[in-house]
């Protein structure tokens, strides 16, 4: 293909000439320019000077939750309600409702690729409406009739026709959210690191085309219920992760468990609240779902007596100051205070290991940089979290 049109005098050149002339003279012109056009970038760097000249800030999509053209998942285990957080989420960035107290700062297309629930998704869609009295009409969140397989390329490509087909007339999508990644992984096995990167190239094939973030949903370990399932490319990979926690009073958690340029947000705390709908099922009693409204700290039953372990933790945090502790000298205050009965060191690292995992998946703690604070229990004691953090 020639890059650009012949000038006067080449085209004076190929009057001249008879037929053969002319195709000869042109292959040689078209084969320069096309070698000029298809002349690949080189790779150059630039400066420490050259990189700092402009100020560029995050692209939030959610300040400071999540930001454009990022990889995030939310896991955590069956049960904890990470479906329902993420159609919330979803349903506020396409809507421009505030989420939770935090300002949507780029509204926008939200594409839902469902793998599971698709007989209840219509309900927790609808009371998610109702409840925050939003027209479904206006709102541009769609969700995908059946999972993808991300380790297709043939389904990725069908996966981008259809957002395609619909941007068109509702905007390029600012997220994707895909529930769960089991589901939507395609013929592969989540624990295979080579499969996994697979599914994370699909995924950035389809945040490269948009340049929107992608959200996962995704299970917690069988064990491990601390970490996500599969293979740990996929946490290398993210740049936001986060963990939804059911905790003993009904209350949920969430809490960031990586962030990759950014400081760790604020956890957030979250209770599901039944919502009856003015559908009725086939006994003519009202159709039901559930929303996430969220909940301070201050709100949440804490009476469930601490004992064991868990209590001797929380009180050498308490005693240390309770605010802005530093992890090694919280340990150390912990043994000293017993809480493994035997002397080996091994085992006392368990035992306040299992302690604080305990204790901040209730939201009694948090952490920032390996520092620790006390949050609140049933001891009546209780430290204002922001208030803390100003100060240290």
């Known amino acids: 293909m020639i890059a650009k049109p012949l000038s006067a005098e080449q085209l004076d050149e190929l009057e001249r000439m008879n037929s053969m002339e002319v195709e000869e003279r042109l292959a040689i012109m078209t084969e320069g320019r096309s070698a000029e056009k298809e002349k690949p970038n080189r790779l150059h760097f630039l400066s420490a000077d ?29 049960g904890s309600g990470k479906s329902f957080l993420a159609t ?5 960035v396409a809507s421009n409702h505030q989420w939770h107290g935090f300002q ?17 998704f219509n309900r927790r869609i609808k009371a998610w409406a109702d409840k925050h009295g939003c027209e479904l009409a206006n709102i541009p969140f769609f969700v995908s009739d059946r999972p993808a397989q991300i380790l297709e390329p043939a389904s990725i490509k069908e996966v981008q026709q259809a957002i395609d087909e619909l941007s068109e007339k509702h905007g390029k999508p600012v997220l994707i959210i895909v529930d769960t990644l089991n589901r939507n992984f395609g013929p592969g096995d989540e624990n295979s690191t080579g499969d996994m ?104 039953d804490e009476t469930i007596s601490l004992r064991g372990t868990k209590r001797i933790a929380y009180d050498c945090l308490v005693k240390l100051g309770g605010a802005g502790i530093d992890v090694d000298e919280w340990r ?34 948090s952490a920032r940089n390996d520092l620790w604070w006390a949050r609140k229990a049933d001891t009546g004691q209780t430290n204002d979290y922001n208030d803390l953090q100003n100060r240290y």
């Open 50 to 78: 050259e990189l700092c000249r402009e100020r560029k800030t995050a692209d939030w999509l959610v300040k400071p939750y999540l930001d454009k053209d990022t990889l995030g998942t939310i896991f955590g285990e069956a």
């Open 88 to 92: 919330d989420f979803g349903l506020c």
């Open 104 to 120: 949507i700062n780029q509204p926008g297309t939200v594409f839902y690729i469902a793998g599971e629930g698709f007989g209840g």
């Open 197 to 300: 990167t697979r599914f994370i190239s699909g995924l950035d094939e389809i945040r490269a085309r948009y340049q929107c973030a992608i959200l996962t949903v995704h299970h917690s370990g069988l064990t491990a219920t601390d970490r996500a399932r599969g293979a740990s490319a996929l946490r290398a990979a993210l740049d936001w992760e986060y963990r939804l926690t059911k905790n003993a009073d009904g209350t949920r958690i969430l809490t960031c468990t990586k962030s990759k340029d950014y400081g760790e947000p604020e956890p957030l705390n979250f209770e599901m609240d039944t919502v009856e709908l003015d559908w009725l099922d086939d006994d003519g009693e009202p159709l039901t779902s559930c929303i996430m409204r969220r909940v301070d700290v201050s709100e949440i």
């Open 332 to 365: 150390l205050a912990c043994y000293t205070a017993g809480i493994s009965p035997t002397s080996n060191t091994e085992a006392k690292r368990k035992a306040f290991k299992r302690a604080v995992s305990e204790l901040q998946d209730r939201g009694i703690v």
